[in-house]
């Protein structure tokens, strides 16, 4: 077979990869679309507006595969230790510029929300120890943030986070009850309502 005849479908194979790979980072975290679940529109999305426009609340939570993470102090946990709470799980790296740039705002939700009834957890997936991490929290001045890291960089894809940043909110058996892909303001006023929200229920 001559080359110009295997030219064609090496080339349509390529692009039907492509256009997966988009299909797959546009419904995000076990084939979901942008309306929730089946199409309808969750609890939660009502507070999706303003600088929470991208937030796409699911109608029925969705149980997450297990990850495993370090603490701060090197302490290997897992999202099980937070269930009781609603939690913002923020995936994120310090090679991530939007990461970098969001992540004073995330800071700033814990300091107004954080407590016994809701967390931010943002989880770096940079690879190696916790050097990296450290460092960018000091150079910022993230006071508030635990320190959270997987160091074998695998959480994002057992996760489905396609992206980075990507954010899950869990309810407070630890399910996936919304998610935003890219970059927010998450301490504007918009963000504070949607996590009121789901405190009070509206994601259950």
């Not at 299909?23 to 929470?52: D, S, T, V």
């Not at 150079?139 to 992206?163: C, M």
């Amino acid at each position: 077979m001559t080359r110009s005849k295997l030219a064609l479908p090496l080339g349509a194979l390529v692009l039907a990869g492509l256009v997966a790979v988009g299909l797959i980072y546009a419904i995000g975290p076990f084939g979901r679309n942008a309306e929730g679940q089946n199409g309808a529109a969750g609890p939660l999305a009502p507070y999706a507006q303003g600088e929470m426009a991208k937030f796409v609340s699911f109608a029925e939570p969705e149980a997450l595969p297990a990850v495993s993470f370090l603490n701060g102090q090197g302490e290997e946990m897992s999202l099980d230790a937070f269930k009781g709470k609603v939690v913002l799980l923020n995936l994120w790296a310090t090679w991530c510029a939007p990461c970098r740039h969001e992540m004073p705002a995330l800071d700033g939700l814990q300091v107004v929300l954080g407590g016994e009834d809701f967390e931010v957890v943002a989880l770096s997936v940079d690879a190696g120890d916790q050097s990296k991490p450290r460092v960018f929290y000091e150079e910022v001045g993230i006071e508030n943030l635990a320190l959270y890291q997987d160091t074998k960089a695998r959480a994002h894809v057992t996760l489905g986070a396609f992206g980075l940043p990507t954010t899950l909110l869990l309810d407070r058996e630890g399910r996936m009850i919304g998610k935003l892909v890219g970059p927010a303001e998450w301490a504007s006023a918009e963000a504070q309502a949607l996590i009121k929200a789901a405190l009070e229920g509206g994601g259950a």
